[in-house]
């Protein structure tokens, strides 16, 4: 009997003992993957525009290649929809949490409502004062270089201008987003830093949607003002000009336009030499980057708190370039 119970008790002892190991093994190397093998991601999107659908279809790639889950939520602008799809991610257990921001200004109710769970910040980037390495980081472009792309083609295109005046109307996008505030300050300011007299003859925002730029300028051609570009904050905006300037019978040699983004679109407008420029964001880096970010925060890697992705100035010069990105 004593011999029995000598050897129930050292199988007891080794049970423990293995039960630690597999324990601290769990505990090494990050957060353990969920129950069916794979890490969860939750995306939120603030919308489904032109640019943001081929970020998610990145998204979407990437996630695929990299054998995670990753479920894409649309917010549709709604910053009370936004905060829903994250508090949903963290309830059911999601290893980590990519936002597209609605708006910079909800921010921190964002990150309230991720609790303890990793958050990437992509495409739309809050003040770099709340992301923090490990923890809450963006994958996004510096949206001032945008602007300065612009105002460098704008320099040459009007390199000989009788004079250094410029009518200038600028269409941005969203009220208070960084992309709108980086993109239309960069813009001017390099122009003026050029030499160029800036008279702004317009400014209004149309949330980054073609119609709505389209109604603008139509607006502003009933005003009778002289103009001699139509600067806007991303391609949608810049079609939607083009359309209303192609409504009064005059020409985009007539009125230079010029976007940021480089979509389908807004390359196919360059070809048919009715855009003068756009700016190239990569939404498949911004994507895929965003995901990369997901993975190696959820499994305990170093992060760094923001990755920037580069711009790149598109015209008709190098415009085989993105034919087809």
């Known amino acids: 009997m004593r011999k029995m119970k000598k050897m129930r008790t050292i199988s007891v002892l080794l049970l423990v003992c293995v039960m ?4 601290m093994m ?6 353990e993957k969920s129950s069916d093998g794979e890490y969860k991601i939750g995306l939120t999107l603030s919308d489904r525009d032109k640019y943001l659908t081929s970020m998610e279809k990145a998204s979407l790639a990437e996630a695929t290649a990299k054998n995670v889950t990753l479920d894409v939520q649309d917010s549709k602008n709604s910053v009370d929809s936004q905060i829903s799809h994250i508090a949903f991610f963290v309830k059911q257990g999601y290893d980590a949490i990519i936002v597209n921001l609605v708006d910079v200004a909800s921010v921190e109710d964002v990150i309230d409502a991720a609790k303890d769970t990793p958050i990437v910040f992509v495409n739309r980037m809050p003040d770099e004062s709340v992301l923090e390495a490990n923890k809450i980081v963006a994958v996004s472009s510096v949206e001032t270089e945008a602007g300065e792309f612009q105002a460098e083609f704008l320099t ?3 390199a000989e201008k ?3 005046t410029l009518d200038v109307v600028m269409i941005t996008g969203a009220d208070g987003h960084l992309g709108s505030i980086g993109r239309t300050e960069a813009v001017l300011a390099g122009l003026e830093s050029s030499g160029f007299t800036v008279n702004l003859q317009y400014q209004d925002t149309a949330d980054w949607d073609r119609a709505k730029a389209m109604k603008k300028i139509q607006g502003f051609f009933l005003m009778n003002k002289p103009v001699d570009v139509i600067i806007c ?3 949608e ?3 939607g000009a083009i359309e209303a300037i192609k409504a009064i019978d005059k020409t985009t040699d007539d009125i230079c336009v010029v976007g ?3 979509t389908t679109e807004g390359i196919a407008s360059i070809a048919d030499r009715d855009l003068k420029c756009t700016v190239f964001q990569d939404a498949v880096a911004q994507g895929a980057g965003s995901v990369d970010a997901a993975v190696q925060l959820a499994s305990g890697e170093d992060v760094v ?8 100035l598109v015209t008709l010069d190098n415009l085989d370039k993105y034919m087809g990105v």
């Open 20 to 23: 630690m190991v597999v324990g």
């Open 26 to 31: 769990a505990g090494c190397g990050g957060k």
């Open 156 to 158: 040459d295109y009007f």
């Open 162 to 164: 009788e004079t250094k």
């Open 233 to 235: 904050n991303n391609d």
């Open 237 to 239: 905006m810049a079609i």
């Open 260 to 262: 940021v983004d480089a």
């Open 305 to 312: 708190a923001f990755t920037p992705i580069a711009w790149d």
